[in-house]
């Protein structure tokens, strides 16, 4: 996927180092060259009409360590591939892969010294190459989708990509691990529903979003993106200082990559594991937690599956519906505008502290007590004892988990 500003910062790098330049993704296709052309090589001259790095050349680059380097790497002539030697210098945002920069020797050139030199002063040009890279070929990569559909696999319980996913370099031996669920809260089923009309434009905003939210994070491991929502694998490290940075971050993405205000965002997180078959478990905790914070805002917007309380039995429910409770129907009629329930869940919410509820609220405790007096008339119980109690507050909470997004 060739971009016209990476053709342009490839032209100004060439020129700075009097030298071919040409950039690749991580799957080997060509992004961008210099016009420069008086070191081609028979490899360049094929790569540049076929678009490709064929694979016995791939090899040869490979078997230098670029692939994990993060300095430059000089790659000796291979006289066999007709292949002069070149420079590869890893493309690198805040620690994340995004491409390789090549540098090829004049034909006469056998040392890469003045390469090497000229490298550090052209260092700005080649981080903001870097940024351009991240933010237009790296997610298209096919690398990159091919990884993130084995990863949301193995979260959906695919034996075989759990198996995989245990051996890439970035999770293996990096345990005790946590799953995170990642989404805007939209108030608007209009909206929701329009978002939604464009399914692959939804997931490629995921995908996007949560790439640069976790870029330079370090307990994010990895991330993909679903139509609805994203999901990270994080090394499970004492603190949520990052994690909170990464919903900022996310938040401040998708507004600016959909085109609307910043809405409320919300990170859940799983219980913390050890062993990776526990993925798709711990996957469906940390969606539990997210939906858990989408319908009931008091959890807030970082929430630990531990702490969603009653929403864990909910979630057991697997879609089916609560049963009824006959006093919380009764008190749904009787309050048409929304003065009574409120102020109960509230208060069973802020273990019976009327001043609590009074104040947050904006109310005089003495209407606070009106309205409980109210529920006692309405169902003929008194709504802060026992078993009513309970019934009430789990009914209040099953209702809103009824209108939960479905991850």
């Known amino acids: 996927m060739q971009s016209p500003d990476a053709e342009r910062a490839v032209e100004e790098i060439a020129q700075a180092l009097g030298h071919g ?23 360049r001259v094929n790569f540049l009409l076929s678009k490709k790095v064929p694979a016995d050349v791939s090899a040869w ?8 380097a993060v300095r430059p790497v000089v790659v000796p002539a291979n006289a066999s591939l007709g292949m002069h030697g070149r420079v ?77 996913v245990a051996g890439w370099p970035e999770v293996q031996g990096r345990s005790p691990w946590t799953v995170g669920s990642m989404m805007e809260r939209i108030e608007d089923p209009d909206t929701a529903l329009a978002e939604q009309a464009h399914p692959e434009a939804a997931v490629l905003l995921q995908r996007i979003s949560a790439l640069q939210a976790t870029v330079g994070i370090r307990p994010a491991l990895f991330s993909a993106g679903s139509q609805q929502h994203a999901v990270i694998l994080f090394r499970d490290l004492p603190g949520r200082a990052e994690h909170a940075e990464v919903l900022k971050r996310y938040g401040a993405e998708i507004s ?38 989408a319908v009931d805002p008091r959890i807030g917007p970082l929430v630990d599956y531990r702490d969603t309380g009653v929403y864990q039995f909910l979630a057991t429910g697997k879609g089916s519906l609560p049963g009824r409770s006959v006093h919380f129907a009764d008190l ?33 405790r003495s209407s606070v007590y009106n309205r409980l007096a109210r529920v006692r008339s309405i169902i003929g119980a008194d ?10 507050h789990l009914a209040m909470k099953a209702a809103r988990w009824a209108g939960r997004p479905r991850l």
């Not at 749904?332 to 947050?360: C, F, H």
């Not at 004892?385 to 019934?391: C, D, F, N, W, Y």
Request: overall charge negative; hydrophobic content about 40%; glycine content about 6%.
């Open 21 to 43: 330049v040409s950039v690749e993704d991580l799957d080997g296709d060509l992004i961008a060259y210099s016009s420069h052309q008086a070191s081609a090589d028979q490899v």
């Open 332 to 364: 749904q009629e009787q309050d048409r505008n929304a003065e009574l329930l409120p102020v109960l869940e509230l208060l069973y919410d802020t273990d019976g502290s009327v001043a609590d509820v009074a104040a947050q609220l904006h109310l005089h």
């Open 383 to 392: 709504p802060l004892k026992g078993r009513v109690r309970l019934e009430l």
């Open 61 to 68: 680059q490979l078997s230098h360590g670029i692939a994990t």
């Open 88 to 164: 590869c210098v890893p493309l690198l945002v805040r620690g994340f892969r995004v491409g390789y920069l090549w540098v090829l020797h004049e034909q006469d050139e056998e040392a890469p010294d003045a390469i090497l030199a000229a490298l550090p002063g052209v260092r700005p040009l080649l981080d903001r190459l870097a940024e351009q890279l991240l933010d237009t070929n790296t997610p298209e990569s096919d690398a990159r989708r091919r990884r993130e559909a084995e990863f949301l696999a193995a979260c959906e319980g695919d034996a075989a990509a759990v198996e995989s």
């Open 256 to 293: 600016l990559r959909g085109g609307h205000p910043e809405r409320p965002d919300m990170l859940g997180l799983s219980e913390s594991f050890t062993d990776l078959r526990r993925l798709p478990e711990a996957y469906e905790q940390s969606k539990t937690a997210v939906q858990a914070a």
